[in-house]
């Protein structure tokens, strides 16, 4: 991710795996380190430690939660959205069964460590616009050298642009900038290069925010329909309810998910969610019309009072 709205965690981790952790690189104990600033593109960047956790970190962009990291457990997923996507990626494909896989939007490279530490093997590729956000969480949160994932520094739609045609067997969308996702990232014609990218079969994953009355957020559902034949979306109640801003994650692909499990994980989750599909989904979005470039536009920015 680049910048991120609406960033919520959860408690506890997700899951832990027998794979190789990063022990043994980047930064020490949480507990009595001092946070780390420095400017990024844009931005403030801060790493700030956990208390409860030895070497995890949160990532924050001008105060708002983006990332968080534990060294020591790739797979804690404590941020809400971030579990859900991570319960998308465990169910892609048999367990432990390597993935190509693509993130639009970098952060903390937390999605990335977690597919790595629980898909040895897999190849990942990271697009992430901002080259000192980049070199910041390179040097101080520091992959796995065994890790198959390649950073590369472009806007996201560019860097898919490189991406040979199908390649992927999954791709996560967690783009933002200054608290909104781009507008030409929003788009039936950024789908359409992202289906030329997956595999088929392959999915697509999205990190969408939105609040009050969800235009946004209906409009990307109609907008992956247009483009993918299978949708499913997951997000807290209050969100469905259009009672506050928060977190959605979407799921697209060519073939039917595994609705059913994603379900239970995601109501049995810490912070449960609820999770819709097929004529519910469509019964949401209530006509609204498929985003092309030359109609789209950011998504809204988060209410002052969200990372409070």
Not at 140 to 165: F, M, N, S, W, Y
Not at 195 to 212: F, I, T
Not at 250 to 278: N, Q, W, Y
Request: proline share 8%; hydrophobic share 40%; with cysteine.
């Amino acid at each position: 991710m680049a910048r991120r709205g609406a960033s919520s965690r959860g408690a506890g981790g997700h899951k832990r795996s027998d794979a190789r952790t990063e022990r043994g690189t980047g930064r020490g104990t949480g507990r009595g380190a001092a946070p780390i600033a420095e400017p990024v593109d844009g931005a403030l960047a801060e790493l700030v430690p956990d208390r409860e956790r030895p070497r995890a970190w949160t990532l924050t962009l001008d105060g708002a939660p983006q990332s968080h990291v534990d060294l020591d457990d790739p797979t804690c997923l404590s941020f809400e959205y971030q579990r859900r996507i991570g319960h998308i990626a465990d169910l892609v494909a048999p367990p432990g069964q390597p993935l190509h896989v693509v993130h639009l939007g970098g952060g903390a490279f937390t999605l990335a460590r977690y597919i790595a530490a629980t898909r040895p093997r897999s190849t990942q590729q990271i697009v992430e616009v901002d080259a000192a956000l980049v070199q910041l969480v390179r040097r101080e949160l520091p992959l796995d050298p065994q890790a198959r994932i390649r950073v590369r520094t472009t806007d996201a739609r560019a860097g898919l642009g490189k991406i040979q045609d199908d390649w992927a067997d999954l791709v996560i969308a967690d783009v933002f900038s200054g608290a909104r996702t781009p507008a030409h990232l929003t788009s039936t014609e950024f789908l359409a290069e992202v289906r030329r990218v997956l595999k088929p079969g392959g999915s697509y994953v999205a990190n969408l925010a939105d609040g009050p009355p969800l235009t946004h957020l209906r409009g990307q559902i109609a907008t992956a329909a247009a483009v993918f034949p299978e949708l499913a979306l997951a997000a807290d109640p209050a969100v469905w309810r259009g009672r506050r801003f928060g977190n959605a994650v979407l799921l697209a692909s060519d073939v039917p998910p595994k609705v059913a499990e994603f379900t239970r994980r995601v109501a049995s989750d810490p912070h449960s969610g609820r999770v819709e599909h097929g004529r519910a989904l469509a019964d949401f979005t209530g006509g609204t019309a498929a985003v092309s470039d030359a109609d789209a536009r950011p998504s809204p920015a988060p209410p002052p009072s969200t990372f409070d």
